[in-house]
């Protein structure tokens, strides 16, 4: 029996650094927030400190420096993907959770939120409109993600094999963390 099929939400206080990673629209920030509550550790939404108002990215060296300030607390959870800090992320954790959920479903979810606040995101922004060309490229992002994103957490995953690895394979998988 692998080790998945025994855990429950409560577990995660047995790792103080957590990495959650996964597809747009998984529930990344839903299930983060949720094992914050358990652990009482401090959250971070990655997405809420990388974009500046008007969707203004922030300059590759500052989010590095950042990311690496992120890191190197005693205990945290961290959550996001950004390609180019994931190792860092990754390298750092104690325990990394994929959620890898049908990118259908993800787009979906994405969007249900569209137009809405979201609590990852600066209050200066929210997600942008249905029909806007910026929700059609996420989409295209999202539709992506398990040829580009996917493959880079497993690529991870294969070099950091000490690191606990988590892999959430669809949404009863996340549900079932929080059953009895």
Known sequence: MDWLDNMK???FTKYNRIAIVGCPGCGKSWLSTRIARITGYPLTHLDNEFWQPGWVETPEEEWVLKQRGMITGDKWIIEGNYASTLELRFSAADLVVFIDINRATCIWRAIRRTGKKRSDLPDYLQE????????????????SFPNTGRKAIMILHEKYPEIRFLHIKGRNGVKKLFTD
């Not at 942008?128 to 539709?143: E, G, K, L, M, T």
């Open 9 to 11: 939400a409560s577990d």
């Open 128 to 143: 942008p409109s249905f029909f806007s060309r910026d929700f059609f490229d996420f989409c295209v992002w999202i539709w």
